[in-house]
C-alpha cells in the first residue's frame, strides 16, 4: 500500500466549527497512517491562516496533502464546482482510489475511469434531496463505484430497503483518537461533582433536559462546552451550577472531558445537524460525541435509543429514555452515589472504544472492504 493513492474529496470549509470538519481531517490522517499517499481537497474557510495552523487546530501531525479551494458560493453553486475540480484532480493525481462524503463529486467521477467511494452519513430520500438520489441511483451501478460506506446499521437498512444490494454495502460507524487521560482543563466553579455536556445545542440534543437537572441538582456542576446561553430557545432561567464555555478548539477539548465525573449525551426522538437542517438524523445517526466520550474513560449517560444501542449496553453506560428528566436525574444521583458502577462503565467503553472505534480501526477496516473490492 505505499505507492497506493487516496483522493479525499469534501465539501467541508476548513477550519470550521463543524464535526464534519474533525471527521475528515481525522480520516484523511487514519488513511495516511495506513500507508496511502492522501491528498484532501476541501473549501478555505474564513478563519484559515496556513496549513501548520489549521493541523494545531485539529490536533493532528501534517501527514496528508491539503489542496484548498475558494468557495464560489454556497449549496448546489459549491457542490458543482467542487465537483469539477475534483474530477481534475482525478485526472492529473490520479488515485488508486477517489473518496467522498458528496454525492455531486460521485457523480462526476463515474464519468471516468478511476475507482471511488461513496461515505453517506443520512438517506437521500427527503424532498429537498431528490436530485441526490437520482444522482445516487445512477452513480451506484457504474463499473467503477467500489461501494457505499455508512456509519450505522439502521442506514444500511434503508438504504438496502431503497435498493442498493447489502453486499455494496460497509458499515463504519464513527470514531475518535486516543487522548492523554492525565492532563485535565480547568472547569468553572468549585463542584465537588461534575457532568459535561460537549458539542453544539442544535434542535433535538436534550439541552433542556440538562438545565432541568441543573435546577434539580444545585451541588452539582453542569458544564456545556461547545455552546452558549444565548443559543437556547426561549431564554429559560438558568441555574448558577449550569456553565457555558461557547466554542473550544478541537485540540482542546478533551482536556475538559477529562476533567468531567460523567459525561451526557441526552439526545432526543428528533435530532438536527445544524439550525437550518429540515429534517432529523435520529434513526440512523452515529454521533461523534459518543465516541469521544467512550474515549475518555468517563461514565456515559446516553438517551436509549435503537441506533446508539450498536455502540453502547447497559454495561457500558447508562441508558435512559430521552425524555424523562426524572430519570436522567435519578442515573446522576446514581453514579455520583455508587463510584464502582461509575468506574466500571466507564471501563467498559473505553476498552470497547479501543478494541472497536478509533479513527485508525474505522481507516484499517474501510480500507481492507476496499482493497478486497478492488480485487474482484
Not at 455508512?150 to 454495502?169: C, H, N, Q, R, Y
Request: glycine share 6%.
Amino acid at each position: 500500500m505505499k505507492n497506493m493513492k487516496l483522493l479525499y474529496v469534501s465539501e467541508v470549509y476548513l477550519p470550521g466549527r463543524k464535526a464534519s470538519g474533525i471527521h475528515v481531517m481525522r480520516m484523511c490522517k487514519a488513511f495516511s497512517e495506513q500507508g496511502l499517499k492522501v491528498r484532501l481537497l476541501a473549501f478555505r474557510s474564513k478563519q484559515y491562516s496556513d496549513v501548520e495552523h489549521l493541523f494545531d487546530y485539529y490536533g493532528i501531525d501534517d501527514s496528508f496533502e491539503i489542496k484548498f479551494l475558494r468557495s464560489p458560493g454556497t449549496g448546489r453553486l459549491a457542490a458543482f464546482y467542487m465537483a469539477l475540480r475534483a474530477m481534475f484532480e482525478v485526472l492529473f493525481f490520479r488515485p488508486h482510489i477517489a473518496y467522498t462524503r458528496s454525492p455531486v463529486s460521485s457523480l462526476f467521477f463515474s464519468l471516468l475511469n478511476r475507482p471511488f467511494v461513496f461515505e453517506s452519513h443520512a438517506i437521500m430520500d427527503r424532498s429537498a434531496h431528490k436530485w441526490l438520489s437520482s444522482f445516487f441511483q445512477h452513480f451506484s451501478n457504474v463499473n467503477n463505484f467500489l461501494g457505499l460506506v455508512v456509519i450505522s446499521s439502521a442506514l444500511k437498512k434503508m438504504f438496502v430497503e431503497k435498493g442498493t444490494p447489502p453486499e455494496d454495502i460497509f458499515v463504519a460507524h464513527d470514531a475518535a483518537d486516543a487522548k492523554s487521560l492525565d492532563e485535565k482543563g480547568e472547569l468553572k466553579g468549585n463542584f465537588g461533582f461534575n457532568a459535561g455536556y460537549f458539542g453544539n445545542i442544535y434542535k433535538g440534543r436534550g439541552v433542556e433536559i440538562i438545565v432541568a437537572m441543573a435546577k434539580k441538582r444545585p451541588e452539582i456542576g453542569f458544564h456545556i462546552i461547545g455552546g452558549i446561553a444565548e443559543d437556547l430557545p426561549g431564554n429559560p432561567e438558568l441555574p448558577d451550577n449550569l456553565v457555558f464555555y461557547g466554542f473550544l478548539p478541537p485540540s482542546e477539548v478533551h482536556l475538559y472531558r477529562n476533567a468531567c465525573d460523567v459525561l451526557l449525551a441526552p439526545y432526543q426522538s428528533e435530532v438536527f445537524v445544524s439550525n437550518k437542517q429540515a429534517f432529523s438524523t435520529s434513526l440512523y445517526m452515529s454521533p461523534l460525541k459518543i465516541f469521544e466520550y467512550m474515549s475518555a474513560r468517563k461514565a456515559i449517560i446516553v438517551s436509549d435509543m435503537p441506533v446508539l444501542r450498536e455502540v453502547l449496553s447497559d454495561t457500558s453506560s447508562m441508558l435512559v429514555a430521552p425524555a424523562d428528566e426524572n430519570a436522567w436525574v435519578d442515573a446522576i444521583d446514581i453514579l455520583k452515589r455508587d463510584e464502582t458502577k461509575r468506574e466500571e462503565i466507564a471501563r467498559n467503553a473505553y476498552q470497547k472504544f479501543c478494541e472497536e472505534f478509533t479513527w485508525g480501526k474505522r481507516a484499517e477496516s474501510i480500507l481492507q472492504w476496499l482493497l478486497d473490492r478492488l480485487k474482484n
